[in-house]
């Protein structure tokens, strides 16, 4: 057994999101542009209005975890 549980992991993940959302600040950006365009006045974001923005910021934050940020 590795000697690490579920909360030791998951406090790691999170300690990196930082720096792999640094990496990611140009796809970010976008994705949040686009929520906040698609959000004006009263309306609310709906599930597939920013899919092609959020699968480019997930790739990133897939790519950029596996480089191993440190």
């Known amino acids: 057994m590795s000697g690490t549980n ?3 992991r998951s406090r790691e993940r999170m300690r990196r999101f930082p720096d792999l959302l ?11 542009k686009c929520v906040v365009s ?18 480019a910021l997930k790739t990133c934050f897939v790519s950029a ?4 940020v440190k």
Do not use: H, I, M, N
Not at 22 to 32: F, K, L, N
Not at 65 to 68: E, F, H, L
């Open 22 to 32: 640094a990496q990611c600040s140009t796809e970010a950006a976008v994705y949040g």
């Open 65 to 68: 975890a596996k480089r191993g």
């Open 6 to 8: 579920p909360w030791t």
């Open 38 to 55: 698609t959000t004006t006045g009263k309306q609310e974001l709906k599930k597939d209005l920013c899919v092609k923005e959020f699968e």
